[in-house]
């Protein structure tokens, strides 16, 4: 089945296929070899393997290792020419195609062949004088060779080995043998022996490697060498060949192995693929099938429980490259696998599966009566669970997310989301703690960043299977307490690991319900900010899409401030995609080794789990514009204006006014950049068209709300920075005006007003019988301007070297407290005197810029520095 | 007005016996249907070994009904185990109360034990007699007995566990009988109990399952609810409760386990507006933070306004975050009535409008040029006579004299506010800088090993703080 698959969906299914073949017709050859002759280990191979190889037909591509290793035989035989006859008829038979077209290569090749066919001869008759000359010959054409710079064609190489073995047998012949050679001959055998040792030396590596992989290396040359049109005959020919060779192969291996299928053999069946695991010239695919047999037959429980750990573990070895994912269909399989094995062991409590047991032998048939109890069986459920899914995960990785195939490999996620669940029960049955908290671990990272709706329909299909987890959906009401059930057993369990992994997940979840408070708090009390970074990277990755979705939360919830403040972080560091693992950062100034980019590679999430980055900007941009260009509006000096809250927003905002003409809005970038422009101009309708135009907020859920939301944002903040930018101009305005313009009710438009002058940010105070806003401007001198800004500074400079002495000190933890204590009582002072005299002036006004936040920050601020700012935000 | 009754809330963090007078305050107010309220009171009482109220209480629920003969049993038992304990304990009380003994006990508990076993044959156990005692007292109503007897066992016991449990049962007992100086002393040392316990077990990731970080989170939600008695009974208790809520220890514990207490909090903090804005005698010097109160806590109710909302801490969000005076009067008639029900508060309904009224009128006439008297007087619930009776008073108070004139033809109060000269700001902002980089110099010098100079502190400061602060959260892959 398999097979078949492979030729109709892979592109590269042939070469792939044929060199199963090769390798299959190439571990028969070996099986047939006598194991003394060579230096070459050869595997062991269950006896149905030799049988069923011993008829098959020889493939053209082993010819060559065929009749080379027949020669040591023929060799010992002394002489039956019959069977080298007709290997070389064969031989030239399949030549024959070649020889018709013919490069410059083949025929040197062809030359070479001709004259390793009179050395074979000579080796035969013992001739060493022929061999020498010939071997001479042979060695001058491979000098041409690299003139010509092609590689040592493998043909060579095999010569050499067949020589030295041949070569060796033949010294030691000599030394048993009464009769001597002949003087000369005895001279050529030393002379060759000597041109071997030296020519053998030269290739070192290319022997050794053919002595490894013989038919590899053969395919390794013939790629380069083989020409264009030789190449797409043999293609052409290629499938022919194999559907016959399938065909053939498969009936022969029926009728060769039903018979050995029993129930009895099981075990030594087993134990032969077992051994032959892992080994270069295993064939995965036959061992496969050969398991699958094995559990069609297969009575017992036992029986069962071990062909089916040995079926899904050689399933997993399918592939070992850990760049390409597993064949679909072979992960299907294993899956039902696991889930059988899930349901045969749960079924029988007397079956239990540990990765620790006591040693038993493999070859008896064992019951919970002999065993007197519990039957302990080698293995693990959990790394079968852990590794399915990281399979599922990793073909998405590497599926075109935009392809019809990814949504089909998506649909598979029910059935695995099912084995998990089955898994889960299967472990809340027997009180296995540890796999249990992996399992459920695996459950909560396929749902926490699910919307409702797929989360039922997962829950569905699981709820139907016959054994369900104690935590369900349908028990539990909603997608909250489901994952709430699941988070709080993993907080309850003891690795830490996962109860960080489950404590963000829990967060994520709650941020992408937008209950923002909740989130936060969890974040907050978590104290995870502080121990994320010895993390490791996938927990850091969770950690940063948790982090960015409480800021799209925050967005959505209509809170500004805190969704700027949280993105903030990660855009300042300009790699977002990566940091949220949803691509590779092109431009970087180190160039990244293959290891680390295979390594970032198999890091990346699958797509349909990506945080869209667009939107991401687009609300980070727009929360930016929000808080920043009031606070631009209200600074006058040009000292001020390097202080940017958000550093990536200002740098845009630059970079638009230096441009000289402004097309109309293209990207999300230009929507927000000519928005913020038509907002420090005062136009808010203009500012709020453009922002409400961006396409990207339609895959924000509940878009029209949150359009509406910054509609409203846009008019208080457009009011805010008309206030700042035009008051110099106004000494009295309408408040009655202002509501109309900014189409704010008069309350609103008095409360933001109330709220800019009691905190100082407006200089101006509210008439109410005229209901006007009066403003009081007192024109600064230069040298007063200057003086302020010197106090200013001054007041940051000790501000800041209280804060770095704090750090510094923070190890100690001596000085903060007593200082603070110091602090405060001055601070006292200060402000009470700052208080009578505001009282004297009437009105504490100078009261209350000096000492807001600054006890707070030192309070508060030192125990937790991640709460305050954010809940000072 | 029931659904902002805090009865419900409160009760499960309060001891059974100090539940009592809540619930009887609740009979009074006629919140909550009266049988239903007296059922709740014999059920609590039925627990304790408080008889003839339990079985009076009985007798309120179901007049009709024959009293349950398990009482007269209980009583019995409780006669004789009384007898037995006090026995027991008289024994230990007999030597303590000894003279000679009294002066020989020092400081040292160890030492005390070692004293009294070999010269009077007294044991742990027999000590123990009296916190059992104790608790027995406490447990049938007679709390200055048990407060004595609790007493004297803290003095001698080396038993954390018991020590814990009998200060908790003094602080209990000395509340309800009424003896706040004592109570207040009581509660400060069980603070200090609580907080020396466990030292920083907060900051802690969270692999290492922070228990005792959780007990002592228990045990201070607990204390701050006991507290509420003391600190709504004693005179000085409106700023020792600002002290010591807003102390950062117990602003988390409110915000995270009991948000509700921001109630009380916020009344504390508008009745000690008085003693926040009067110049501070020698006497009771304030500290900044009740002088910051408002603010503070505004920020409080501003961050946890999610969690926990009532009348009380809306007005104060109207007020100064919206500065919606409507909403904010509005509040404030809610509030009222909330304060006048309130166990807690309900003493102090005049005071709290009355200061309430004052930030009103505070923050309206620093924004406001003009004001319209019968404007500001309906604002602050008053009819316009009372309204400009009120602010004329204000107006003397706070020495507005100078600046703000009422003309009574237009009915207009107007105020004149010349701005602040910039000298004056520029005093302002340099003041106490001195004093700091002092502090700062003497902080850098007491440790040796980091001897720099203070400029060099300051120049490194301006480098390293913002990048730390901006890495904080985000984290690099690489």
Known sequence: MSRFFRKAGDSDSETESSEDESMSSGAEDISQRPVATTAKAAPSMSRFLRTAGSDSSESESEEESESESDVPVVKKRTGLPTVDDTDEEESDEEEAPGVRIKSAAEKRLDEMKATGKVMENGLKINDWVAISTEFDKLTRMIQRQHNVSEPVPAFYIQTLVTLEGSLSTAVTKEKEAKKKMNATNAKALTAVKQKLKKALKEYEVEVKRYQDDPEAFEREYTPVVAPEPIAAGKRAAAPGEEDYEADDFTTVGKGGKVMQFTAEGIFKNLQAVQEARGKKNTDRAEQIRILEKLLEVAVTSYQRIRVLLALISSRFDYNSSVTTHMPIELWLSAQREVDQLVSIVAADGNYSIQEITDDYDELIERSPATEGGVVRIRGSIISFIDRLDDEFTRSLQNIDPHGTEYVDRLKDEKVLYCTICRAQAFYEKTKQDEPLGRVIMRRLEHIYSKPNAVVQALEAAADASEIRPAMILSAQGTTSTLIHSLCVYLYKSGNSLLRTRAMLSHIYHHALHNDFYTARDMLLMSHLQESIHSADVATQILYNRTVVQLGLCAFRSGLIREAQATLQDIFTTQRVKELLAQGVHQQRYQVLTPEQEKAEKQRQLPFHMHINTELLEAAFLVSSMLVEIPLLASIDSEEMKRKAISKPFRRLLDFADRQVFTGPPESTRDHIMQASKALQDGEWEQCRDLIQSIKIWSLMPEAPTVKEMLAKRIQEQGLRTYLFTYAPHYSTLSISLLARTFSLPVRTVTSIVSKMIWSEELSASLDQSGDVIVFHRIELSRTQQLAQTVAEKLAAMVDQSEKALDIKMASTGGWGDRADGIKGDKRGEQAQERRGRGERTRGARGGARGGRGGRFSQGLGNQMPGQTSQRAG | ?478
């Open chain 2, 1 to 478: 007005m029931a659904e902002y009754d805090l009865s419900k809330t409160i009760i499960p963090y309060l001891d059974r016996h100090l539940a009592f007078p809540l619930l009887a305050h609740l009979v009074e107010t006629s919140l909550f249907p009266v049988n239903e309220v007296q059922a709740a009171q014999y059920e609590l009482a039925k627990g304790t070994n408080m008889f003839d109220y339990a079985v009076s209480l009985f007798e309120a629920v179901h007049p009709d009904g024959e009293v349950p003969p398990e009482f007269d049993e209980k009583r019995k038992n409780a006669v004789s185990t009384h007898e037995r304990l006090q026995l027991e304990a008289q024994a230990v009380l007999d030597v303590i109360e000894n003279p000679d003994v009294a002066q020989a006990l020092r400081q040292d508990k160890n030492q005390n034990l070692q004293y009294l076993k070999d010269n009077y044959n007294l044991t742990l156990d027999q000590i123990r007699a009296l916190y059992n005692f104790g608790q027995f007292q406490y447990s049938y109503g007679n709390y200055s007995g048990a407060a004595d007897y609790l007493y004297h066992f803290r003095v001698l016991s080396t038993d954390t566990d018991l020590n814990t449990s009998a200060h908790w049962g003094k602080l209990a007992s000395d509340i309800l009988t009424g003896r706040w100086d004592v109570a207040l002393e009581e509660l400060n040392t069980l603070r200090d109990a609580i907080d020396s316990r466990s030292p920083a077990p907060i900051l802690l990731p969270s692999g290492t399952a922070p228990e005792p970080a959780l007990v002592q989170l228990h045990s201070r939600t607990w204390l701050v609810h006991w507290s509420l008695f003391v600190y709504f009974n004693h005179p000085q208790g409106r700023t020792l409760l600002l002290e010591t809520f807003l102390s950062p220890t117990y602003l988390n514990t409110i915000q995270t386990s009991c948000p509700w207490i921001l109630r009380y909090l916020a009344a504390a903090a508008i009745l000690s507006r008085k003693a926040a804005s009067l110049p501070a005698s020698a006497a009771a010097p304030v500290s900044t933070r009740v002088r910051n109160a408002i603010r503070e806590v505004v920020k409080v109710i501003q961050t946890e306004e999610y969690q926990y909302q009532d009348p009380m801490t809306s007005f104060l969000k109207e007020l100064y975050i919206e500065f919606d005076f409507e909403a904010a009067q509005r509040e404030l008639t809610l509030a009222e009535k909330v304060v006048g029900d309130d166990f807690f508060l309900g003493e102090f309904r005049d005071e709290f409008l009355d200061n309430a009224r004052y930030l009103i009128s505070e923050a309206y006439c620093r924004i406001h040029q003009k004001i319209d008297i019968g404007d500001l007087s309906e604002r602050l619930n008053l009819s316009p006579e009372e309204g400009e009776k009120w602010i004329v008073n204000l107006i003397r108070e706070t020495r507005m004299g100078a600046d703000a004139k009422i003309d009574l033809e237009k009915n207009v109060i107007e105020i004149n506010r010349p701005p602040l000269p910039i000298y004056q700001t520029v005093i302002e902002k340099t003041r106490g800088l001195a004093l700091r980089t002092q502090a700062l110099g003497v902080a850098v010098s007491r440790t040796p090993g980091q001897g720099q100079g203070q400029g060099q502190v300051g120049g490194t400061a301006a480098a390293n703080v913002p990048k730390q602060e901006a890495q904080a959260p985000t984290v690099a892959v690489k």
